[in-house]
């Protein structure tokens, strides 16, 4: 406790670039995971291997992953930016997935039958009932690439993880105790948010 009274401005330092890291991890995610997504609901034949390479790659270590990707990307933000999306693909594609399979077929038959086009019934009807189960999604991921995000500061891209682990290789505890914390927080946080937003969009949704 006493590192947090004494350091409380590298405490937030490291907050916002953990921060500033998983909201990069997450946007680029879910850039990437929309459509493939949508196209593993469209195609049967797809969404079975798809998802399985996935769930293999959200299976493997996370440190064996930096461990991989060092070699080809060096330290640094690069590196850890690459494994945290790799890692969101499987919640992220899934969750996708899962709430466009849950749309009402009535609701697609009752667009086709006011001539809209496939393309405006995924952004029209399917999108807007499928963002409660998306948003789902989006939290777990964002709550699983804040921890995994900690592994950051070992291979110097910051985060919160910096603290952790100088607190590790020079037996602080107090340090360890602060970065543990403010990436608890962190998580705890993005949870409540993301939750209420999944709260409002299912409101909306019925």
């Known amino acids: 406790m006493s590192y947090v009274l004494k350091h409380p401005g590298e405490i937030a330092w490291r907050f916002a670039q953990h921060l500033e890291i998983t909201a990069i991890a997450l946007a680029i995610a879910l850039a990437i995971a929309l459509p493939l997504g949508v196209a593993a609901a469209r195609n049967e034949r797809l969404r079975g291997p798809l998802l399985g390479v ?11 992953v930096f461990a991989l990707l060092i070699p080809a990307f060096g330290l640094g933000l690069v590196t850890t930016e690459i494994a945290l999306v790799a890692y969101a693909q499987m919640i992220l594609v899934r969750s996708i997935v899962a709430g466009l399979l849950g749309v009402p077929p009535a ?11 496939a393309r405006q019934t995924l952004y029209r009807v399917e999108f807007p009932q499928a963002l409660p189960v998306i948003l789902g999604g989006v939290r777990l991921a ?22 952790l ?16 914390a403010a990436a608890a927080i962190l998580a705890i946080g993005a949870d409540l948010v993301l939750r209420s937003f999944e709260r409002y969009a299912r409101m909306r949704a019925t």
């Open 54 to 64: 996935l769930g293999v790659i959200y299976t493997l270590p996370s440190l064996a």
């Open 107 to 117: 609701l697609r038959e009752a667009a086709r039958g006011l001539g809209m086009s």
């Open 142 to 163: 964002a709550v699983a690439t804040i921890s995994i995000a900690t592994l950051a500061g070992k291979i110097d891209a910051g985060g919160l993880g910096t603290l």
């Open 165 to 180: 682990f100088a607190g590790l290789d020079n037996d602080d505890p107090n340090r360890i105790f602060a970065g543990s």
